[in-house]
T-cell receptor
């Protein structure tokens, strides 16, 4: 089993729709969780950290479910500019520096 | 803040040649990471430096790869000799240790023919 698993997609979604991704992680001791966004031929950029209580940033909402070991990302009122690959990232429990990267979920927003 | 700066942005070379990739981390960050990204394997950590000292190089694929960080504002990743299977995008990222968030450079797209 991979340490961080994501559905690779692509998710083809009409503009204005709501879309959600999940990501599962294998180690229950992990403490830090992130969503990064990577545009085509660009570098990964932090979208948001994921807190135990869940957090929201505009149209984006992230949730953590420790019992089931998954994190989710919800995008409301999707825009064409949301088209990207979304990377789920979990800290390496055995070190204070390692991040374990999911392979990413590709999202395509269609007009 | 200029962010993490990598050079060159693109490199095309022939098999057997030496390739040197460069990275300037964000000023004040004390951790630096080199990653390689391919379609097949995703994002892989190659090496991690903390306060200019290599801490974990277990991801370096083989002896052909080497990395240095002579000071807090500069790091290099060298491949000698290069092979076609080294073709990938190489990212450098830096971090301030009090927060576990990595900031990436724009990457170097390497093609070895």
């Amino acid at each position: 089993r991979k340490e961080v698993e994501q559905d690779p997609g692509p998710f083809n979604v009409p503009e204005g729709a709501t879309v959600a991704f999940n990501c599962t992680y294998s180690n229950s001791a992990s403490q830090s969780f992130f969503w990064y966004r990577q545009d085509c031929r660009k570098e990964p950029k932090l979208l948001m950290s994921v807190y135990s209580s869940g957090n929201e940033d505009g149209r984006f909402t992230a949730q953590l479910n420790r019992a089931s070991q998954y994190i989710s990302l919800l995008i409301r009122d999707s825009k064409l500019s949301d088209s990207a690959t979304y990377l789920c990232v979990v800290d390496g429990y055995s070190s204070n520096y390692q991040l374990i990267w999911g392979a990413g979920t590709k999202l395509i927003i269609k007009p | 803040d200029a962010g993490v700066i990598q050079s060159p942005r693109h490199e095309v070379t022939e098999m057997g040649q030496e390739v040197t990739l460069r990275c300037k981390p964000i000023s004040g960050h004390n951790s630096l990471f080199w990653y390689r990204q391919t379609m097949m394997r995703g994002l892989e950590l190659l090496i991690y430096f903390n306060n200019n000292v290599p801490i974990d190089d277990s991801g370096m694929p083989e002896d052909r790869f080497s990395a240095k960080m002579p000071n807090a504002s500069f790091s290099t990743l060298k491949i000698q000799p290069s092979e076609p299977r080294d073709s990938a995008v190489y990212f450098c990222a830096s971090r301030w240790d009090s927060e576990n968030i990595q900031y990436f450079g724009a990457g170097t797209r390497l093609s070895v023919l």
